[in-house]
């Protein structure tokens, strides 16, 4: 698994853990496990949306890419 | 059925009860009308706990549900230590011991919004979506109600002639009702955040709610002596607070159910996955 992988996971997790709870953050955490990337973003995107509403959710998730780019970054250089 | 309708079919016809009884009972009955309404703050009590469990404790993403919940559980210990001081131990509930849990309960609740609106990151730019003229009635509104409740919630309610305890708990309500208005607004901004989702739809309920306790709070002010003496029409300032109990115990069903819905689609996806 890339680095960048472990990071859009463990950004996602704390994006859950924040707003729906450790119990749930645990349960996703062990679902995204060997998912692929994309699926990990469309289901977090799909989750936020419902509950956090569109606008919300694209802030949350433009922050999420912004920082796993930016650990990716920091990691290879 | 959903969960979240039964449990609103059920808080309608609990209030439906609430209210027939009050408007439809003699002064003889006023016992059992306020044994009934009793009903109203322990079933948001309860539902306040429920949203505290499926959280726990500790965690930080509840919060925000575990001040505002334990604001509910203080509200209703005030109303029972009211209701046994005033048809059992026929002593004048005001003020007293009772008064503490109301006045805590206040604060405890503003604690859960403002956790609430840290979580929701809310900013001054938030107020931009409501839009201009919506902007403007709610800034009126909140000045208006704010010099209500300053003037005959604060002012008019110091007493020389009482005792210090009576004007701190009567001083005391028209600050709490200062902490309700700015709590409404804080959870307005929240709505704003969280403006097409689930949550805001938690949010929205909780604003009516604080809306009828504030009314209540404001009516209460204004006839306290009549409804302390329970002369009808000024009983049913009553079923104001009973509104506002019922729509906070369905606030947090809904709670609760969402979460729950949430932890049930990533036990599926889990057993699907393996």
């Known amino acids: ?77 | 059925m959903k969960n979240s309708i039964k449990s609103f079919f059920l808080l309608s016809a609990l209030f439906v009860f609430i209210a027939a009884s009050y408007l439809f009972g003699s002064s003889a009955q006023s016992f059992f009308n306020q044994t009934i309404y009793l009903l109203a703050p322990i079933t948001a009590a309860v539902a306040g706990l429920m949203a505290i469990k499926i959280y726990g404790w500790r965690d930080p993403a509840g919060r925000d549900v575990l001040f505002i919940a334990l604001g509910l559980v203080f509200w209703t210990l005030g109303d029972v230590l009211w209701y046994v001081f005033k048809l059992f131990l026929k002593i004048d509930p005001f003020p007293s011991v009772a008064d503490m849990f109301y006045l805590i309960g206040y604060v405890l609740i503003f604690i859960g919004i403002y956790k609430a609106l840290r979580l929701a990151e809310v900013s001054l730019e938030n107020f931009k979506k409501i839009g201009r003229p919506a902007m403007a009635a709610i800034s009126l509104l909140v000045a208006v109600l704010i010099l209500i409740v300053s003037y005959f919630g604060i002012y008019l309610a110091y007493d020389p002639s009482a005792g210090a305890l009576t004007n701190f708990f009567g001083i005391g309500y028209g600050v709490a009702d200062l902490i309700l208005i700015i709590s409404s607004l804080l959870a307005l901004m929240i709505i704003t955040v969280y403006r097409g989702g689930k949550f805001a739809s938690f949010w929205a309920r909780f604003i009516i709610a604080l809306c009828l306790f504030l009314l209540g709070d404001i009516l209460f002010a204004f006839y306290g002596v009549e409804f302390e003496n329970d002369l009808k029409p000024y009983i049913y300032i009553d079923l104001f607070y009973a509104g506002g109990y019922l729509l906070f115990a369905y606030a947090m069903f809904v709670k609760y159910y969402t979460i729950i819905a949430v932890k049930k689609n990533i036990e599926q996806n889990l057993t699907t996955a393996v």
């Open chain 1, 1 to 77: 698994m890339s680095v960048e992988n472990n990071d859009i996971r463990q950004q996602a997790i704390t994006i859950i853990a924040k707003y729906f709870g450790r119990d749930i953050a645990a349960m996703y955490e062990k679902y995204y496990a060997n998912k692929p990337d994309e699926l990990v973003s469309s289901s977090l995107a799909l989750l936020l949306e419902e509950y956090l509403g569109k606008a919300e959710a694209d802030v949350q998730l433009k922050k999420l890419s912004s920082e796993v780019n930016i650990n990716s970054y920091e990691k290879q250089y």
